[in-house]
């Protein structure tokens, strides 16, 4: 599959669930300029493979056990209001279950690994064959396009033990797991997609995933976020070419901010630096945990987190790029509200209460048919909260919890 035609894409937020993309600047390239872009396509992953992994949930990320049934039927209603609203959704298992099997037996071929157990025998040269990579592809051949999807998913590494012949004791597992959440892996700025570099190291599978989906959709990776720099997506909500906000602290470091900086990869000649230095909670994790985008005017803000006053504040350090040596460069630093305010946006404050229902978490599929932003909350009271502050856009509620668990 290639996008040929004309778009410019944007990465919008839902838990990370997704990759959009528009067509308003008529680029030929996977760009993001604003959240507020309207949305084309977009990208999510089915919650089997993390409904799977509930055995752990902690381990795993989560909030509590998943329930299977429940978080499918949350995410085929997800879907549904999206289709519904004319937005493309792309299933990154469906583009899996398209490629050839020649293909997914290549992909597979990397992510299924034999190795042998510490305490094992040496493994007779007779036998040397059954941990050979010859026999690693093999077997990929006999195998099933959906076999194969799930060794991509799940990245097993089966452990062998030469006793009196091979025993094959255990499989480990490195699922990606929280590839569900498709916001975090990249951000698409108003110059392309950058791949981040996850803060957890159960995420880190899910960065390989998508850089190898991304190749397949054709969608050109401007960078790539190197160690011990990190970013992810949850942190990034570009507004305009003239601001994007980042947030720093909790997963994305400063690292991660100067890799974007350094190698002129925002194409937006502000950045806030939205920093984190006293918070350090992993309930706000991300900027999007704490604050969004509702319209051109109007944004979401926690409220313990607002004023000189609060315990938690965040500080924006403001970058701007030189526009000679496009060298960005530290300019000021102020408290966030403070910065909102002079950029003339209304803020709109959330409670704690609210804030862990994940009402910041909406999703904007930006400014549709009317010019009018248009709204999917996982939360009931965001609709009310947003036209009581002046919001004249629409907001579709869809019931989440299957999902919202993990
Ligand atoms: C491998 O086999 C030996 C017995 O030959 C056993 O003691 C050991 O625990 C086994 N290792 C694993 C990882 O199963
Ligand atoms: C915070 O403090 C700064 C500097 O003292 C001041 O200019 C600003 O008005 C204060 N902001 C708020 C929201 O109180």
Known sequence: ????????????????????????????????????????LVIVKTPKTA???????KGFLYEETPNSEVAKKSHKKFVK??????VKVVKIDKVFRKLSHEKLEEIAFNFLQYQLAKDSKEVPEKLLYY???????????????????DIIFEQPTVIINMTTDLEATHVINRPSANLLFTRDQQIVTAKGLVLGNFGSRQRTPETELMKIFFQILGIPIIGEVPS?????????????????????????????????MENDLLG?????????????NIQHMHLDTIFNIADES??????????????????????????????????????????????????????DQQQHGYITNFLNLGKRHNGKCLIISVHPDLEKILKEAGYEGKVIYVDYSGITTM
């Open 51 to 57: 409904a799977k992994f509930g055995y752990h949930p």
């Open 298 to 351: 109007r944004v979401v803000l926690l409220d313990t987190v607002i004023g000189n006053t609060s315990k938690i504040p965040r500080i924006v350090r403001e970058y701007v790029q030189n526009e000679d040596s496009h060298k960005y460069e530290l300019k000021r630093e102020v408290e966030f509200s403070q910065f909102l305010k002079e950029e003339g946006f209304q803020i709109i404050p959330i409670t």
């Open 131 to 149: 941990l050979s990579d010859e026999h690693k592809r093999d077997n990929l051949r006999k195998m099933s396009k959906k076999q194969l999807i």
């Open 1 to 40: 599959m290639s996008f040929s035609f004309h778009i410019s894409i944007s990465l919008f937020l839902f838990f990370g669930l997704i990759f959009l993309v528009s067509d308003s600047k008529k680029l030929e390239k996977f760009q993001q300029v604003s959240e507020l872009d309207p949305a084309e």
């Open 268 to 280: 937006s000649r502000r950045l806030a630096v939205v920093y984190d230095e006293f918070d350090m």
């Open 81 to 86: 209001v999206m289709t519904k609203e004319g």
């Open 228 to 260: 011990p720099a990190r970013l992810e997506g949850g942190d990034f909500i570009p507004f305009s070419r003239d601001l994007a906000f980042l947030g720093v602290g909790f997963y994305t470091n400063m690292q991660g901010a100067n890799y974007l």
